[in-house]
């Protein structure tokens, strides 16, 4: 079914909100909302119905006008838009504060995207168990890739060595990685990188905080 | 200074760059670069140099063609027009494992973030000690904000009590969020509000994976 939706024609702005409207429509499907109109959920999630009605566009027109969608049918949609159809394996690379509480973080295992592995450099933290097995040298990380697949790598090393952790995370084979450094990397085209940039999320509220203040 | 920059004319799309500058103009800054041009930073960030041209126009004409924009000059205008110009109080309410990772988080007092107060329901955790005193009580949280100023809230709760904690945040007078909660919460309109939600970053990268192997 995912095959009908041509992917390639989703705009990349696109892909976050697809993944809101995922969460929402799991919600109303488990509180037993059979249709929605692009008008309430829009509501739900503070987004413009126009807007909504044009991101559904992309999944076909199963949407009817006074009747609204169908929520289950969007839900399994986007899912499998979303490459929700099938599980992803994720390693973590840096076993410090952050790297450990993602390790546990139950909101990555509920849409199957399992931690498989956590490398760190440091000798005070390999062998040590946060929960997804002991952690490896950095070193052994050719190796791991070689002997099981792994889609996806969480950067948390520190940001001066963000940058040779990714290359030998790339170097393995990783195609996809969540940068948690403060630091932003170069990737090869066929790798996929998205930065999470805590500090910078703060300035974003410290420049509207001080601008009130004006 | 900061007073010459009109923050209401950058529009909220820019500001996150603003922050990518900053810290790739501190670096410079730290290796002794003086100067340098739109073009060459664009190469250093990724971007297009017509972009970075147009950003740094709202902080007046100090690049000079040819010769480029003044380093520490360009670093501390962006630096005030981020709120920078002051350093600003976080209190994290939920100490589950992602909210002690944050405690500590080093990347935030770099900036003048600084974490003056940790929160959470479970008595479990109230009265231990992960870096910034003792776990208080939630119920603590209306006074401790009328005796010391709290500007943002960063809220590492369950995403099923997000909502009620960041109520309880604004009416303590808090006004600016930082959820981490994978839940989108309405607030007031005098309050900024920004979402971390990693589940939706790794959906990101797994759309792109899925598309490649179409």
Known sequence: MARNVDKSSVPAVTVPRLALYLRKL???????????????LAELIDLN???????????GE???RGVGYEVQRLEEEIAKCLGLWRSWSVIILGAGKLGRALVQYRGFA???????GVFDN????????????RVR?????????AQQPVDIAMITV??????ETIDKAVAAGVRAVLNFA?????????????????????MFLSFYLDRERE
């Open 26 to 40: 799991r919600e109303l499907k488990a509180q037993g909302t059979a249709r929605i109109s692009s008008q309430h």
């Open 49 to 59: 119905p126009a807007q909504i009605r044009k991101d559904f566009s992309y999944f």
């Open 62 to 64: 199963f949407g009817t």
């Open 110 to 116: 509920e849409y199957q995207f399992n931690v498989v």
């Open 122 to 133: 440091s000798e005070h933290v390999i062998g040590a168990n946060y929960g997804a097995g």
């Open 137 to 145: 040298s950095v070193a052994e990380l050719e190796e791991f890739c």
């Open 158 to 163: 520190p940001a001066a060595v963000a940058e």
């Open 182 to 202: 403060p630091v932003k990397v170069h990737v090869p085209a066929d790798v996929v990188i998205r930065q999470v940039d805590l500090s910078s999320e703060l």
